[in-house]
């Protein structure tokens, strides 16, 4: 079974910086099967990155995903203020499909 | 456009089974290239992906709740539906129902999700 672990867990930054996010899995993820989700409060997770670096429908370009094997990257390129959230990893490769713990991107 | 929308009891004892339906609308739940999933939510932690279904009836849980689980298709009424019996506190959460496929060109994760309903278990 992979584990995925994210890092760090809370990232305080100001709008307009740019974020950098980790995800890590205890075993090589299966043809970069790796996702990104976006969840705020209240709300269902989001799907924005498939296959490790490929985009969902509508979702801005400033959100990029990167990686391979057992390494993944989420970058949020300039911080909008709507971007502040919790973001997950999760791997559907191969069953089970666990979710990284996630990373709360806050305001500084 | 997909849409699912789970229904259920809002509280549970503990000890009872914790019982579920996610209902799909704008689409076919028969459809050869798609899983439906359960995801959990405790309040204020992370998400937990419970299992999935084929709708032919092929079932994947997660192990360390593969002893109470089950999860089942309805495809006369579109839905599917999740079971999770001897519920503690614990199971306390917001559950979501989700879909994913897989084709012969590639997989895709959880998209798109239901509102999520928030289960709590006490007495």
């Known amino acids: 079974e992979i584990v995925l672990t994210q890092s760090p867990g809370t990232l305080s930054l100001s709008p307009g910086e740019r974020a950098t996010l980790s995800c890590r899995a205890s075993q090589s993820v299966r043809s970069s099967y790796l996702a990104w989700y976006q969840q705020k409060p209240g709300q269902a997770p989001r799907l924005l990155i498939y296959g490790s670096s490929s985009r969902a429908t509508g979702i801005p370009d400033r959100f990029s995903g990167s990686g391979s094997e057992t390494d993944f990257t989420l970058t949020i390129s300039r911080l909008e203020p709507e971007d502040f959230a919790v973001y997950y990893c999760q791997q559907y490769g191969r069953s089970p499909d666990p979710f990284g713990q996630g990373t709360r991107l806050e305001i500084k | 456009q997909l849409q699912l929308q789970e229904s259920g009891p809002g509280l549970v004892k503990p000890s009872e089974t914790l019982s579920l339906t996610c209902t799909v609308s704008g689409g076919s739940i028969t459809s050869n290239n798609f899983y439906w999933g359960w995801i959990r939510q405790p309040p204020g932690k992370g998400l937990e992906w419970i299992g999935s279904i084929f709708y032919s009836g092929s079932t994947y849980y997660t192990p360390s709740l593969k002893s109470r689980v089950t999860i089942s298709v309805d495809t006369s009424k579109n839905q599917f539906s999740l079971n999770l019996s001897s519920v503690t506190a614990a199971d306390t959460a917001v559950y979501y129902c989700?879909?994913?496929?897989?084709?012969?060109?590639?997989?895709?994760?959880?998209?798109?999700w239901g509102p999520g309903t928030l289960v709590t278990v006490s007495s």
């Open positions: 989700a879909r994913r496929a897989d084709y012969v060109w590639g997989s895709y994760p959880f998209d798109p």
